[in-house]
């Protein structure tokens, strides 16, 4: 699992830290209108140092079921203890939730109401959209005036003075910038896109930044009618992307590839969710203990925990503990496992059923094979394999740990596996990737990630998943599942690799997931067309679902044979498949006469062909040894 | 007077010497007094009558033998007349392998190589002086006129207090030593290259003898080895010594990893028989039924 | 992976017997699966035979670990029970000691148990016998020996050592590294 994003300690550390930086910025302009207690409350699951959230006035009802009862339960969770009661049944009681819509003066309806479709619950959980219409500037010009300064604090008296002054004067610039354009907007609603070279465009100022992505995204939801003059979408977006890059820190290449998989202001919040750690969700091992009584165990150690939701009947959600939860007696006796709720995901999928033998290809740490086990029920038996041998440690420990008896550690390169062992009954394979599911667990993805690393990860992940489908038993009675995930939230290292196994291995099928929620796998993505039954695959976003960005497909081996295709030894691009052929099909028929000439050229000829056969033949016994050459056959060479 | 007649009768008595009938004609060794007769033997008159046939057989080949002995040169003195016999033509198979080639020295190697060869030295060599042979070394050599060494020019640059006969005697000692040095050495390497792949060693090739010394390492440690093992329990019960030698190359050899279970099972159980006891250490906890029955008192 | 040779058998038994006495037979004579011993790379691992029989293709370079490992023999040939044999020894524990909650951590640091820190102790625990460890709500912590036997263990003070630390399942976290 080499490309998997780092450990829990890390990015633990490391994403407060940037959150609490960012939010402090946006502090100094956040209105301080009283706040619901609703919103509070959610302020504080998702991120103990954001401290405020501006209400939003519009209370609409969330549309869509799935997405809103996995809020509600989030939501809710933290809540007075009377209100745990009724976390699941608010599941349908969308109403409860306060959405997040903007009620800024220049903030269309239309906005508005795309907002609520995609991001609706998420900002109520997450308070992250706090700030958001605060560029008018007239109330907060002191305030940005003193956050400047403060952000020079570290340097010599002189500069900071200087700089002050510099800011200052930016600031009148930008302040009747800002007028001029709240009048525009007064008048026509529209968002003047500025000129390259223009000096804001130079302001690496992150208000002036987010102020103009808000914007762009307005244009953007309703362009027909906001678009200013004839300046093109693209115009609009590549403005949008650079300051997206600026203002999260993503890197240009990444922060493109993730923009295109939302829609505009779905991307907004996706980025804004990967800035806010998700909750800390335990699984209970069943192996060793059950869920109510490792609650009540937690309870009395002052750990503040509530059920994950309702799909997962193993899951806790721990808001808040007096001890530190990956130390406590009950977690080294193995009681439960410090777990993210996505990678309950790929196990459920997978439903191993007891008897069973069941591959984890990349398994380290333990926390999926662990959950495989746990349903086996110690019968049957589990392969964790890793190919990183550092990792297998901790997996070891964790399969002792929570009481294991039937697995098997190896380390392999999952690439090697129907040779080493094959003819499991279920297969998992959640494969090394990008992890740009878990930003907000390792910030570092956003810009270590280049091209070349997309490349790679999804050429292995593709032998990876065509390893783990010949590794099953289609004969299998119970069995005969692959599971594929990943912790990212790209398309070419999800649906790319589902649908390179579909035309590679045409002996399998797409099933269901079993997983009742998340958002439909892409059948068609840019240009790309994706065979239709990818949609039985769901993906996983921070925004809507409260947890790590994940895909998962689960695929069914009908038959142990692989059919031969007619393309069976073509490439991997349907694109490239066909053209070539094409083009020199139009060579051959192009001109008739050409032909006919180069038919007499290459028309064969028996006696030449034959001394040329007998002329490499000799070669050949020439380099051999031992063998001498009859002085006939020689002179025939000549 | 005519005795034809009373050879003839004579002759009547006996068979013929010549002999008639043979298809092949027999083949003779004399020297080894071997005749070789390849013709096949006639079958019916084989199984006709068995012995008449063999003995008449016989008795034919034996006379064509005596035919050709009487052939040959003969020489007659005291003990009578003999036939002297060729040199015998068959070839016997030998009874013991041949001998190995001896390695070669250093030197016949050298020699071989740079094309020298062996000079024969005559013992007497004529002496211009005297006019008449005189052996080449020893007493009355060539050389020694009687007058040789009486007195010794002192080297230019030498000692003149160093006595050169010493000198030269000490010369002499060192090349006899470093002589029978290098015989040695040619002695060692022989019994090398004896347990030398033998087709190196015809090859010419010279041990390697840095190796001489690992091989003698290698002899005396497997002796060492052989006289530890040789005590009446086999070494079994003799006491480790540490840094002592241990067996190489000896394979543990370890039970399958997937065998007989119950057997596996069954040696386990009587391991821990050993371990714990058969009748389990705690059919009764002694301590306990002490304080029990103290308390009843 | 092999199985264990006669010495290691017997050495391993031996440690073991300290802990569970007889009870050994349950864990070769199992009535549900037939279960074995095996070696490898110096640990000794309990695993079944089906599972044995499949882990027979990994290579030995690959194998990390099958089953649950009981322990390793040390480069001097004793055997050192870790930590990952708890449930099964727990399971079959002659002699138990449950310690106070505010003994727990102390105990999973690696401390030794003190009078203080003891609950209940079964009732006539020799000295330097093999004694699981147990905290107050039957959560098997680790295993050690005890000092003195449970009639000495009354008269002493309460900061005096009654069971000396063999392992505890705060390992997992502390020597991860070393364990595996």
């Keep these: 699992m080499a490309g998997r994003p780092a450990t829990k300690k890390g990015a633990a550390k490391s994403s407060p830290a940037v959150s609490s930086q960012k939010n402090n910025k946006r502090k100094v302009s956040a209105s301080t209108e009283p706040l619901s207690k609703k919103a509070k409350v959610g302020a504080k699951i998702g991120n103990g140092k954001l401290n405020k959230v501006v209400p939003k006035s519009a209370e609409e009802d969330s549309e869509e079921d799935d997405e809103s009862w996995a809020y509600g339960a989030v939501s809710d969770s933290d809540s007075d203890i009377e209100e745990r009661d009724d976390e699941f049944v608010s599941a349908e009681e969308g109403s409860d939730i306060e959405v997040g819509a903007l009620d800024d003066d220049f903030l269309g309806d239309e906005f508005a109401e795309s907002d609520d479709e995609g991001k609706a619950p998420g900002t109520a959980m997450f308070g992250s959209d706090d700030d958001e219409g605060e560029d008018e500037g007239e109330e907060d010009e002191e305030d940005i005036f003193a956050s400047n300064s403060e952000d020079s604090d570290d340097d010599d008296d002189m500069e900071t003075k200087s700089r002050k002054l510099d800011a200052a004067a930016k600031l009148e610039a930008e302040e009747a910038e800002a007028e001029l354009q709240t009048n525009i907007m007064l008048e026509s609603d529209k968002y003047v896109l500025p000129e390259d070279n223009h000096e804001i465009l130079q302001s690496t100022d992150l208000q002036v930044v987010q102020a103009r992505i808000q914007e762009i995204v307005r244009v953007l939801n309703n362009f027909r009618e906001m678009r200013e003059g004839d300046r093109s979408r693209n115009d609009y977006i590549a403005q949008l992307l650079k300051d997206l890059c600026l203002y999260y820190g993503y890197n240009e290449y990444l922060m493109e590839k993730l923009f295109y998989i939302f829609p505009v202001s779905e991307a907004i919040e996706f980025f804004e969710a990967n800035e806010v750690p998700r909750p800390v ?127 098997v550690v190896c380390n392999y390169d999952g690439r090697e596996f129907p040779g080493v062992i094959g003819g499991f009954d279920r297969v998992l394979l959640d494969a090394p990737c990008s992890g740009t599911g878990v930003i907000s667990k390792d910030a570092s993805v956003k810009t270590n990630k280049s091209e070349q690393d997309f490349q790679m990860l999804s050429q292995l992940q593709k032998e990876l998943v065509l390893s783990a489908i010949d590794s099953v038993d289609a004969g299998s009675k119970t069995g005969g599942y692959i599971v594929y995930s990943t912790c990212s939230v790209t398309v070419d290292e999800n649906e790319d690799v589902v649908n390179y196994a579909l035309r590679k291995r045409p002996n399998v099928k797409l099933v269901s997931t079993g997983l009742d929620f998340g958002k439909e796998g892409f059948t068609r993505y840019r240009e790309k067309v994706f065979h239709p039954s990818v949609s ?32 069976d030894n073509v490439d991997l691009d349907e694109e490239e498949e066909f053209a070539p052929s094409a083009n020199k099909a139009g060579k051959r028929t192009r001109g008739g006469k050409k032909t006919e000439e180069e038919l007499e050229k290459v028309s064969f000829n028996a006696d030449e062909d034959e001394e040329l056969i007998r002329a490499s033949q000799a070669k050949l016994l020439h380099t051999q040894k031992g063998i001498k050459l009859r002085p006939k056959k020689s002179e025939g060479t000549k | 007077m005519d005795v034809s007649g009373v050879l003839e009768a004579h002759k009547q008595k006996f068979k013929s010497v010549s002999v008639e009938g043979k298809v092949i004609p027999v083949e003779y060794d004399l020297g080894l007094l071997a005749a070789y007769d390849q013709n096949p033997v006639d079958e019916a008159a084989l199984k006709k009558n068995k012995d008449e046939y063999l003995q008449s057989l ?159 390492r290698k002899e005396l440690e497997s002796q060492i080895l052989i006289s530890k093992g040789s005590t009446a329990s086999a070494g079994k019960f003799d006491n480790a010594i540490k840094g002592d030698l241990k067996p190489k190359g000896i394979k543990r050899q370890f039970a399958p990893t997937v065998a007989d279970f119950s057997k596996e099972k069954a040696g386990n159980m009587s391991i821990l028989d050993r371990v714990v006891g058969k009748n389990g250490e705690d059919l009764v906890n002694v301590r306990k039924a002490i304080k029990a029955t103290k308390s009843r008192r | 992976m092999r199985p264990l040779t006669e010495v290691e058998t017997k050495t391993f038994f031996e440690k073991l017997a300290k802990y569970i006495g007889r009870n050994i037979t349950h864990l070769i004579d199992r009535g549900d699966e037939t279960y074995c011993f095996r070696l490898h790379r110096d640990r000794v691992y309990y695993v079944s035979e089906s599972v044995m029989r499949k882990a027979t293709s990994i290579g030995r370079d690959q194998l990390i670990s099958l089953g649950i490992c009981f322990g390793k023999f040390t480069k001097t040939g004793k055997f050192r029970m870790h930590v990952t044999c708890l449930d099964y020894i727990a399971q079959y524990a002659k002699h138990k000691v449950w310690i106070k909650p505010n003994g727990e951590m102390p105990f999973l640091y690696g401390n030794h148990v003190v009078k203080a820190h003891i609950g209940r102790v079964t009732e006539d625990t020799p000295e330097h016998q093999g004694v699981i460890i147990y905290s107050m709500t039957d959560i098997p912590l680790g295993f050690g020996v005890t000092a003195r036997s449970t009639s000495d263990t009354r008269k002493m003070e309460p900061t005096a050592i009654v069971v000396f630390h063999q392992a505890d399942i705060g390992e997992y976290l502390r020597q991860e590294d070393t364990l595996f």
Excluded at chain 1, 542 to 549: K, L, V, Y
Excluded at chain 2, 58 to 76: K, Y
């Design chain 1, 536 to 567: 039985l695959t769901r993906r996983y976003y921070p925004h809507m679902h409260n947890m790590d960005g994940f895909y998962v497909a689960k695929f069914k081996k009908i038959s142990n044979k692989i059919p031969k295709k007619m393309d």
């Design chain 2, 58 to 216: 016989c008795r034919d080949n034996a006379q064509l033998l005596f035919n050709e002995i009487f052939q040959l040169q003969t020489i007659s003195d005291d003990n009578g007349v003999m036939a002297m016999l060729p040199v015998p033509t068959t070839l016997l198979p030998r009874e013991k392998p041949l001998p190995k080639p001896k390695p070669e020295t250093r030197w016949e190697k050298f020699a071989k190589a740079k094309g020298i060869g062996k000079r024969k030295k005559d013992r007497m060599v004529y002496g211009d002086a005297s006019g008449e042979y005189k052996p080449r070394w020893g007493y009355k050599a060539i050389n020694d006129d009687g007058t040789k060494d009486w007195i010794i020019e002192v080297p230019a640059g030498s000692n003149p207090m160093e006595d050169q006969y010493e000198a030269r005697r000490d010369a002499k000692k060192e090349r006899i030593d470093k002589n029978e040095k290098r015989h040695r050495r040619n002695l060692d390497e022989a019994a090398v290259a004896t347990k030398m792949d033998q087709k190196a060693v015809d090859k010419g090739d010279r041990p390697d003898m840095d190796n001489v010394r690992g091989m003698k």
């Design chain 1, 281 to 407: 969700t335990i699984r209970t091992n069943t192996l060793k203990t059950r869920r109510r009584e490792l609650a009540q165990a937690l309870i009395n150690r002052g750990v503040n925990l509530d059920p994950i939701g309702k799909w997962s009947k193993v899951g806790l959600q721990v808001f808040d503990s007096p001890v530190p939860i990956g130390a406590t007696p009950e977690y080294l006796a193995g009681h439960y496992m410090l777990q993210a709720a996505s990678s309950f995901l790929p196990v459920m999928a997978l439903a191993p059923q007891e008897h069973e033998r069941v591959l984890d290809m990349a398994s380290a740490p333990g926390g999926k094979s662990t959950y495989i086990a746990a349903l086996l029920k110690n019968t049957g038996m589990v392969f964790a394999n890793d190919a990183n041998k550092d990792r297998t440690k901790s997996l070891v420990a964790n399969i002792h740990r929570l009481g294991v008896k039937n697995a």
